[in-house]
């Protein structure tokens, strides 16, 4: 969030006034500082109750847990999802991606998707993910952390379908948001309970 380096921004030339000099300046400062302030906070409190509002449901968690087996490799581009549902496990051959966005940071030296070799090398450690995952949690705009290549996204779609816990549409050439389980070993929900 942006709203602390806003604020310094904000904070800096106030405390550059000196009230002895600049005193009628003061007061207008304050004001613009304070409805400044209210106004960030306000765009951090609405954007923090979006993304907590359907994660921290209870109906939501419960819905994961009867989605996701419990010991099973779940790789997600928001681990978040994984830690609210108990299914941030360690499990042996699963990749841990704790922080994917700034591993994107880390492997473009912070300039994203600009150096082509960055971006495949980071679109082939996203599909060794896939490869050992068998359920990928997708959250809305995945496009930020996941390099989503053509290659990537074909790799993609043809191993995974959606299974649920949908979030919205997608981008072009990304897939939408959800829980995607692997083709040949997940069946959809509404299979296992006519099967149970």
Same mark, same amino acid.
């Given at each position: ?5 806003? =604020? ?26 304070? !409805? ?6 306000? !765009? ?10 359907? *994660?921290?449901?209870? %109906? ?7 989605? @996701? ?20 496990? /360690?499990?042996?051959?699963?990749? =841990?991606?704790?922080?994917?966005? &700034?591993?994107?940071?880390?492997? /473009?030296?912070? *300039? ?33 952390? @996941?390099?989503?290549?053509? =290659?990537?996204?074909?790799?993609? /779609?043809?191993?995974? *379908?959606?299974?649920?816990? /949908?979030?919205?549409? &997608? ?11 692997? *083709?040949?070993? !997940?069946?959809?929900? %509404? %299979? ?5």
């Amino acid at each position: 969030m942006a709203g602390p380096f806003i =604020a310094l921004v904000l904070a800096l030339p106030a405390g550059l006034l000196r009230p002895a000099e600049h005193r009628a300046q003061i007061v207008p400062l304050l004001v613009i500082s304070a !409805v400044a302030a209210v106004l960030i906070a306000g !765009v951090g409190m609405r954007q923090l109750s979006i993304e907590t509002q359907l *994660r921290t449901s209870t %109906a939501y968690v419960a819905t994961a847990d009867r989605m @996701i087996p419990s010991g099973t490799c779940v790789v997600s581009d928001y681990p978040s999802l994984l830690i609210s549902a108990d299914r941030f496990d /360690t499990v042996a051959g699963c990749p =841990a991606m704790v922080d994917s966005y &700034g591993t994107l940071l880390a492997m /473009t030296d912070g *300039r994203k998707n600009s150096d082509p070799t960055a971006v495949r090398a980071l679109t082939a450690q996203w599909q060794r993910q896939f490869a050992a995952a068998s359920y990928v949690w997708l959250e809305w705009n995945s496009q930020g952390r @996941i390099p989503w290549t053509p =290659a990537l996204y074909a790799y993609f /779609t043809s191993h995974f *379908r959606l299974l649920g816990l /949908t979030g919205g549409r &997608g981008a072009a050439n990304v897939p939408e948001p959800g829980l995607y389980g692997r *083709r040949t070993v !997940v069946q959809p929900l %509404a %299979a296992r309970h006519r099967a149970a």
